[in-house]
Structures are given as structure tokens and as C-alpha cells.
T-cell receptor, first 114, second 114 residues
């Protein structure tokens, strides 16, 4: 079984500051890991994913995440926050080479202060 | 734009009623899955259909049922609505037989049960 824990239900950063959203996972099999973003009144948009290979993955809008097996973590970062980054972010895990449904964390709301 | 459309966008029902939510996937996407997102929570997997057959189910009671049609459309039916069924319902489609590597989400249907 898989599970995801997102530390911090709400994160607030200043425009131009580093964004760090934390995600820890639990999986009995090699995981596939994802970050999704949800803007108000919209569905989920894939930011980035880790399947196999390089542990540092780059996504859209300047976001990146690093898979650390020893720490069971997949934290999302962006060097410089922009006002348009304000949204809800979800970390998700899937197992068996992606052949199991996504299990999502509860989400982290990112606020960006001008 | 994911190419996945859901209807209606909003719906209000009363307890005990039945509801049908609809999803239109991209052409060629043989897999469709449905997720329930309660307020302040991450999406939870309801079930998945591949080529018109259910091939995965989450921890939801039988009053949640679905259909998938050859024209890449699908339905989520919920009978005997309860107040806790109030949520955003998300449809996601994939070109593969299984797997979460390439999921495309719709914008969801917001269901309110009074």
C-alpha cells in the first residue's frame, strides 16, 4: 500500500523567494511520484513526475523535485516564486510501475505575497 | 487544455436522490478513472474502467457505479446520495491500459448534497 504525507497545509512565501513544498511517501514497491497543481475551480495539472532514472526531475513553470529514496521524500522546489504560483499543490504516489491508482496527499496551499 | 471535459460543472441534489456525472475523454484514451475530492482533501480514487470494463476500485460502496462507452465517454452514478457525498468529482483519462504515467484530468463536477 502507498501513502503520502505533505508537511504543511499552508505555505506562504514572498514573491521572488524560494518555494519549498514537502512530500514524504510510503510505498512497499518502487514508487512513481508526481506533483500536481490545482488552480481555483479547475482540475489537476501535472507539474512533474518521477518514474525511473534521474532522481532530479524538472517540470513546468520552473518547478523541480528530487527523489530521495533514503529519506522517502519528493520535495518540490522553485528558486523564485511568482504571484501566478499561488495554488493548491498535491503530491501523489503510484506503485508497480504506475499500474496502481494515484494516492494523493492532502495538499499544500501556496500563497505568494507581493 | 487536457481534452477531458466534464458535465455539469455544478450540481445540487438532496439526500437520497441519484445523480449521474459525465466525462468525455480524448479520442484514443481507453482508460478512464474517477476521483472524489472532498473539501480540503486530496483526490481519492473511486474506480477505473478500461475498454468498458471496471478494472480497479477504491474504498467506495457499491452505490457508486460507472459506465464507459465506446465513444470515449463515461459516467459516474451515485445512488442514495448522502451529505458526505458533497465533493468535487474528477475524471481522468489515459491512453494506456493501466498506469498513471499519463493522466489527463478534467476540471471536475462540484456536487452539493443538501
Amino acid at each position: 500500500a502507498q501513502s503520502v504525507t505533505q508537511l504543511g497545509s499552508h505555505v506562504s512565501v514572498s514573491e521572488g523567494a524560494l518555494v519549498l513544498l514537502r512530500c514524504n511517501y510510503s510505498s512497499s514497491v518502487p514508487p512513481y511520484l508526481f506533483w500536481y497543481v490545482q488552480y481555483p475551480n479547475q482540475g489537476l495539472q501535472l507539474l512533474l513526475k518521477y518514474t525511473t532514472g534521474a532522481t532530479l526531475v524538472k517540470g513546468i513553470n520552473g518547478f523541480e523535485a528530487e527523489f530521495k529514496k533514503s529519506e522517502t521524500s519528493f520535495h518540490l522546489t522553485k528558486p523564485s516564486a511568482h504571484m501566478s504560483d499561488a495554488a493548491e499543490y498535491f503530491c501523489a504516489v503510484s506503485g508497480y510501475s504506475g499500474n496502481t491508482p494515484l494516492v494523493f496527499g492532502k495538499g499544500t496551499r501556496l500563497s505568494v505575497i507581493a | 487544455e487536457t481534452g477531458v471535459t466534464q458535465s455539469p460543472t455544478h450540481l445540487i441534489k438532496t439526500r437520497g436522490q441519484q445523480v449521474t456525472l459525465r466525462c468525455s475523454s480524448q479520442s484514443g484514451h481507453n482508460t478512464v478513472s474517477w476521483y472524489q475530492q472532498a473539501l480540503g482533501q486530496g483526490p481519492q480514487f473511486i474506480f477505473q474502467y478500461y475498454r468498458e470494463e471496471e478494472n480497479g476500485r477504491g474504498n467506495f460502496p457499491p452505490r457508486f457505479s460507472g459506465l464507459q462507452f465506446p465513444n470515449y465517454s463515461s459516467e459516474l452514478n451515485v445512488n442514495a446520495l448522502e451529505l458526505d457525498d458533497s465533493a468535487l468529482y474528477l475524471c481522468a483519462s489515459s491512453p494506456g491500459s493501466l498506469g498513471t504515467e499519463k493522466l489527463f484530468f478534467g476540471s471536475g463536477t462540484q456536487l452539493s448534497v443538501l
